[in-house]
């Protein structure tokens, strides 16, 4: 049951949590029980977790497609482009801000030795959040063989076309258990394929036009949209998907750049996919200022949109798909492979460092503490950050 509501005050409501929602999927949620939920009445509890449930069996931002969906069932899809474009721009901006200072630095040959520190500790987010994955997800002996095989292949075949590949081989693997999923009455499933063909035509003419001009803009568009399109499990799957494209494959940042960034997007509330901005702006750099802000356009826009445009496709018939045994069983081999692409990432991450002592203690203590106590990230980042100016 969905209240009925005035806009504007959701829409305040969606930017407060934009700029006080720190800490990724789980916690975000926590957050929107409390504020939509529970302060608001938007929507009962159920409804939400119904809501966030099904975000997390589709590619893209699980948090950003969970609020997108809300503004939907509340106003439309109108109200739900308003409520993707509030809760993305604070951090989009932060981080589009990011990348432009440390291009300036570099550009007047100002070192960021200062940021030494965040980037072992980055590592140490990546490593937790593979442990919390690994948590939820694997559950039984088919997922671990899973999740080692995947985490083995992505670290020796780090390409970005592997991912994919991985995640469908794993669905299917998983998806021959459908037995042991209860067997529920189906009903009739009526799909309004509009969105769906909106989402496949953007992607094809993205790739078109990224191929006939080779225009940088229109290719970052392509490769941040193809992303959004086959990312499942939230922000901390992204990493692997960017870092192996982006370091690895293109070298559009360095791997010290590409770690800061991201150690500064833990401090920063809203969702962890707007951590693209500072890539698609840093990937722009030779063409000053405002080729940096088109860049963080091109690639904020290329990893929300096709979420939503999902979203908005699988909302409307997701009472009858879920009932499907074979859906559900599928789901055990993706968060699998998900799972196994974050753990081989922690280990990428960490290999271009300088093997030293001080890297080894700042990852690994880095992990102890979030995984032991309930310091927050940004305190962790902001300390690490002072360590590396005074020292």
């Known amino acids: 049951m969905f209240k009925r509501v005035r806009y504007y005050i959701f829409l305040r409501d969606v930017l407060i949590l934009a700029v006080t929602a720190f800490g990724g999927p789980q916690a975000h949620m926590a957050m929107f029980l409390d504020v939509l939920v529970k302060k608001r009445g938007y929507l009962t509890e159920e409804d939400l977790i119904e809501l966030n449930a099904l975000c997390q069996i589709l590619p893209g931002p699980t948090s950003t497609q969970t609020i997108t969906a809300l503004g939907f069932r509340i106003g439309g899809p109108n109200l739900a482009y308003l409520t993707l474009f509030i809760w993305m721009m604070p951090a989009v901006s932060i981080m589009t801000l990011a990348a432009i200072t440390i291009s300036n630095l570099q550009e007047q040959n100002i070192s960021i030795d200062f940021t030494r520190y965040i980037q072992p500790m980055a590592v140490g987010f990546v490593a937790f959040a593979a442990l919390k994955i690994g948590r939820k997800v694997i559950k039984t002996k088919l997922s671990v063989v899973l999740m080692i095989l995947t985490a083995v292949i992505s670290f020796f075949y780090s390409s970005p076309y592997m991912f994919p590949v991985l995640l469908v081989l794993a669905g299917l693997i998983s998806s021959l258990k459908y037995k042991s999923q209860p067997i529920e009455e189906k009903e009739t499933i009526k799909i309004e394929w509009a969105n769906f063909i909106l989402w496949a035509g953007v992607f094809i003419l993205a790739a078109s036009l990224g191929g006939l001009t080779r225009a940088l803009p229109v290719r970052l568009f392509e490769n941040f949209y193809r992303n959004g399109s086959l990312i499942f499990g939230g922000g901390q799957v992204l990493i692997p998907f960017l870092y192996t494209e982006f370091v690895e494959f293109k070298h559009y940042l360095s791997s010290e750049e590409f770690l800061s960034g991201y150690a500064m997007m833990q401090s920063l509330p809203g969702p962890v996919f707007s951590f693209c901005a500072y890539v698609g702006s840093l990937a722009m750099r030779e063409y000053g200022v405002v080729g940096e802000i088109i860049g963080a356009l091109a690639a904020s826009i290329g990893i929300f949109l096709p979420g939503a445009f999902l979203i908005f496709f699988v909302i409307r018939f997701w009472d009858g798909l879920k009932k499907y045994r074979r859906i559900k069983a599928s789901l055990e081999g993706i968060n699998a492979a998900s799972a196994g692409m974050v753990v081989a990432a922690a280990i990428l991450m960490f290999m271009p460092l300088e093997p030293n002592y001080l890297n080894?203690?700042?990852?690994?203590?880095?992990?102890?503490?979030?995984?032991?106590?309930?310091?927050?990230?940004?305190?962790?980042?902001?300390?690490?950050?002072?360590?590396?100016?005074?020292?």
């Open 360 to 391: 080894f203690t700042v990852t690994i203590g880095t992990f102890l503490i979030l995984t032991f106590t309930k310091i927050p990230a940004p305190v962790l980042i902001i300390l690490g950050l002072v360590g590396g100016i005074l020292l």
